[in-house]
T-cell receptor, first 110, second 116 residues
Framework: AQRVTQPEKLLSVFKGAPVELKCNYS??????LFWYVQYSRQRLQLLLR??SRESIKGFTADLNKGETSFHLKKPFAQEEDSAMYYC????????????FGKGTKLSVKP | KAGVTQTPRYLIKTRGQQVTLSCSPI?????VSWYQQTPGQGLQFLFE???????NKGNFPGRFSGRQFSNSRSEMNVSTLELGDSALYLC???????????????FGAGTRLSVL
């Protein structure tokens, strides 16, 4: 079964501390992995995706096929990073829908 | 470029009624997907339309239906509303339904449906 697991509902860190939001997935083929972010009172928006291998707002994520993980990392958290973060998977072929994890609420304290 | 537009933003209905939600995708996007977001279940896929055809469907009862028009605008309908249908309904548009670089899903602000 296709599944995305985000084990932490809430992650609280202090400003300047490193952040790692965990994401594990279950999929038999080669999925596409995404991180979406939802800031307070804003719509869900794409943060980054594994195929582009880019860093957005200081965040990076590496797809580890052996561990079936796609953890999101940032070396120094900022208060403006406080938001809900969703890991999502899209299977191959003609199915374009996203399978989301339950989300992790990141709170960055001053 | 205007983003994904969903109307109405808020709806209050009573059990047994039906409701229609509307989604206008980003100009040039031909795929529209619908998701239900609840505190308990999170974001769950409802269905996806591309070129007026339903391409994919999630695990929801037949009371949930949708359609897409020739201008790519989409509507979803929920009949015989139940209390458990209270949720935020999100629409997402993308260039195409297939995977690949162009197929990033852009989300609307959602329609919050409350069933009393």
């Amino acid at each position: 079964a296709q599944r995305v697991t985000q084990p932490e509902k809430l992650l609280s860190v202090f400003k300047g501390a490193p952040v790692e939001l965990k994401c594990n997935y279950s999929y038999s083929g080669s999925p596409e992995l995404f991180w979406y972010v939802q800031y307070s009172r804003q719509r869900l928006q794409l943060l980054l995706r594994h195929i582009s291998r880019e860093s957005i707002k200081g965040f990076t994520a590496d797809l580890n096929k052996g561990e079936t993980s796609f953890h999101l990392k940032k070396p120094f958290a900022q208060e403006e990073d406080s938001a809900m973060y969703y890991c999502a998977l899209r299977g191959g072929g003609s199915q374009g829908n996203l399978i989301f994890g339950k989300g992790t609420k990141l709170s960055v304290k001053p | 470029k205007a983003g994904v537009t969903q109307t109405p933003r808020y709806l209050i209905k009573t059990r047994g009624q039906q409701v229609t939600l509307s989604c206008s995708p980003i100009s040039g996007h031909r795929s529209v997907s619908w998701y239900q977001q609840t505190p308990g279940q999170g974001l769950q896929f409802l269905f996806e339309y591309f070129s007026e055809t339903q391409r994919n469907k999630g695990n929801f009862p037949g009371r949930f239906s949708g359609r897409q028009f020739s201008n790519s605008r989409s509507e979803m309908n929920v009949s015989t509303l139940e209390l458990g249908d209270s949720a935020l309904y999100l629409c997402a548009s993308s260039f195409s339904y297939a995977g690949g670089g162009k197929n990033i899903q852009y989300f609307g602000a959602g329609t919050r449906l409350s069933v009393l």
